[in-house]
T-cell receptor, first 116, second 111 residues
């Protein structure tokens, strides 16, 4: 299994450009999520999905869109990039591993995004 | 006030020392996770706790639900343990899998 994969690893955008961060998992997990990590702050939830066709907003959804057409893929779209969206983005998936493991979390390697 | 607080923020230890990282939370939880973020950025799950204590190798995690507190201990620390350790909680009644994260504790173990 490849686990959770993200592309690209690095990206530089100009203000106003749009782009899509890709996330895929091959573990058949129903739950997927996007987080951003900023210096001095904990990871913050942007959007999440509990299954194909179902998405919902997290703590910091503004400026981002998501869709979940398949169990495997959960892309994150930046509609019009702003410098405030400079961050490291992590995609994660999880499944219920029973009472012992709970919702075991699997993270992608991250995408480092810079918006100029 | 952050819902999940970790202490210390930074920790430097000598190889072989016993290390404790603390996590306090202010919300009702269904589970607490300890994660490790490597210097290269990757995040891996270490433990999930809903009660009591778990041990994996040199790592021990405990949780006290009544006091809303958890600790991560590393015995016989090694330079390869240098990483950021992150505490995260699943808010009771929240959507399955949604986590609230602490800011992390950066551990550096010197040889």
């Amino acid at each position: 299994n490849a686990g959770v994969t993200q592309t690209p690893k690095f990206q530089v955008l100009k203000t106003g450009q749009s782009m899509t961060l890709q996330c895929a998992q091959d573990m058949n997990h129903e739950y997927m999520s996007w987080y951003r990590q900023d210096p001095g702050m904990g990871l913050r939830l942007i959007h999440y999905s509990v299954g194909a066709g179902i998405t919902d907003q997290g703590e910091v959804p503004n400026g981002y869109n998501v869709s979940r057409s398949t169990t495997e893929d959960f892309p994150l779209r930046l509609l019009s990039a702003a410098p405030s969206q400079t961050s490291v983005y992590f995609c994660a998936s999880s499944y219920w591993g029973g009472a012992e493991k709970g919702n075991e979390q699997f993270f992608g390697p991250g995408t480092r995004l810079t918006v100029l | 006030k952050n819902e999940v607080e970790q202490s210390p923020q930074n920790l430097t230890a000598q190889e072989g020392e016993f290390i404790t990282i603390n996590c306090s939370y202010s919300v009702g939880i269904s589970a607490l996770h300890w994660l490790q973020q490597h210097p290269g950025g990757g995040i891996v799950s270490l433990f999930m706790l809903s009660s009591g204590k778990k041990k994996h190798g040199r790592l021990i995690a405990t949780i006290n639900i009544q006091e809303k507190h958890s600790s991560l201990h590393i015995t016989a620390s090694h330079p390869r343990d240098s990483a950021v350790y992150i505490c995260a909680v699943e808010n009771y009644g929240g959507s399955q899998g949604n986590l609230i994260f602490g800011k992390g504790t950066k551990l550096s173990v010197k040889p």
